[in-house]
């Protein structure tokens, strides 16, 4: 499955009343490793950037002045993302503002070019219902440097997404086998199945001596630390670190 991450920064929250974008990027994921792959451009939106805007963004007219205007990079872009399926974090907004673009130059609709969309925002709300779940929250919850995120940007902000929606679906993918022995489906992972390749030959590397005592001692400082409620060290089995499958 080819995912783009993908996100925007524009001049206002509502494209409806004129606004346009001023910076669009994505990252590009195979398989649920990132590629390298990566589309970012900053545009000329012909236009002024309300301060609301410039206040979590940062990007002034000036430094647009000599950027290409979105006609000029819609080719390239919409080359990107053909066929993927799109992550975005409140897709609504992103995709809402990339149609209005694309309907100024008589182009078919995103939902046209890319295989599927998904947001990370319903997918964040559902997993975590009644909790704060924008970007920084969730990079708090699991973890993810986001230090560098001082202000908003369409590819840093893609970037980190990437790292937060690998956080929430891990362990949730499920495998498609084809009966016949073909390759495995591809379907969306946004609370779907993952096409994987079951042919690959895998090399299994063992825990040496060293990271087996490694093992113990953490498991000894969380028996500690919980008052002797380390669920690890109860396996059925009786033994340390082991349980019955």
Same mark, same amino acid.
């Not at 792959?37 to 990007?59: K, M, T, W």
């Not at 007219?61 to 993927?84: M, Q, S, Y």
């Not at 202000?151 to 993918?173: C, K, P, S």
């Given at each position: 499955?080819?995912?783009?991450?993908?996100?925007?920064?524009?001049?206002?929250?509502?494209?409806? !009343?004129?606004?346009?974008?001023?910076?669009?990027?994505?990252?590009?994921?195979?398989?649920?490793?990132?590629?390298?792959?990566?589309?970012?451009?900053?545009?000329?939106?012909?236009?002024?950037?309300?301060?609301?805007?410039?206040?979590?963004?940062? @990007?002034?007219?000036?430094? !647009?002045?000599?950027?290409?205007?979105?006609?000029?990079?819609?080719?390239?872009?919409?080359?990107?993302?053909?066929?993927?399926?799109?992550? @975005?974090?409140?897709?609504?907004?992103? @995709?809402?503002?990339?149609?209005?673009?694309?309907?100024?130059?008589?182009?078919?609709?995103?939902?046209?070019?890319?295989?599927?969309?998904?947001?990370?925002?319903?997918?964040?709300?559902?997993?975590?219902?009644?909790?704060?779940?924008?970007?920084?929250?969730?990079?708090?919850?699991?973890?993810?440097?986001?230090?560098?995120?001082?202000?908003?940007?369409?590819?840093?902000?893609?970037?980190?997404?990437?790292?937060?929606?690998?956080?929430?679906?891990?362990?949730?993918?499920?495998?498609?086998?084809?009966?016949?022995?073909?390759?495995?489906?591809?379907?969306?992972?946004?609370?779907?199945?993952?096409?994987?390749?079951?042919?690959?030959?895998?090399?299994?590397?063992?825990?040496?001596?060293?990271? !087996?005592?490694?093992?113990?001692?953490?498991?000894?400082? @969380?028996?500690?630390?919980?008052?002797?409620?380390?669920?690890?060290?109860?396996?059925?089995?009786?033994?340390?670190?082991?349980?019955?499958?």
């Amino acid at each position: 499955m080819r995912q783009v991450f993908l996100d925007t920064e524009t001049t206002g929250l509502e494209y409806k !009343l004129g606004h346009r974008i001023i910076e669009v990027a994505g990252v590009e994921m195979l398989n649920r490793r990132l590629t390298g792959g990566r589309f970012h451009r900053y545009l000329n939106p012909e236009r002024e950037i309300d301060a609301g805007a410039l206040s979590v963004h940062g @990007i002034d007219n000036e430094f !647009l002045l000599d950027k290409p205007r979105f006609c000029e990079i819609a080719a390239e872009f919409l080359d990107f993302v053909r066929g993927a399926e799109l992550i @975005i974090h409140n897709a609504p907004f992103d @995709i809402g503002f990339l149609n209005a673009e694309l309907a100024r130059l008589d182009m078919a609709p995103m939902e046209t070019v890319c295989h599927d969309v998904c947001d990370t925002l319903r997918m964040a709300k559902d997993l975590h219902p009644g909790k704060k779940n924008n970007l920084n929250a969730l990079c708090e919850r699991y973890g993810i440097d986001n230090s560098k995120r001082t202000l908003h940007g369409a590819l840093l902000d893609a970037e980190i997404l990437a790292e937060v929606y690998l956080a929430m679906t891990r362990g949730q993918e499920s495998l498609i086998i084809d009966l016949d022995g073909d390759d495995l489906g591809q379907t969306s992972t946004c609370g779907h199945a993952a096409g994987l390749n079951l042919g690959r030959e895998y090399r299994i590397r063992r825990a040496d001596a060293t990271e !087996l005592a490694e093992h113990e001692r953490l498991l000894a400082a @969380i028996h500690e630390a919980s008052k002797g409620k380390c669920v690890w060290l109860d396996g059925q089995t009786g033994r340390r670190g082991e349980t019955e499958h």
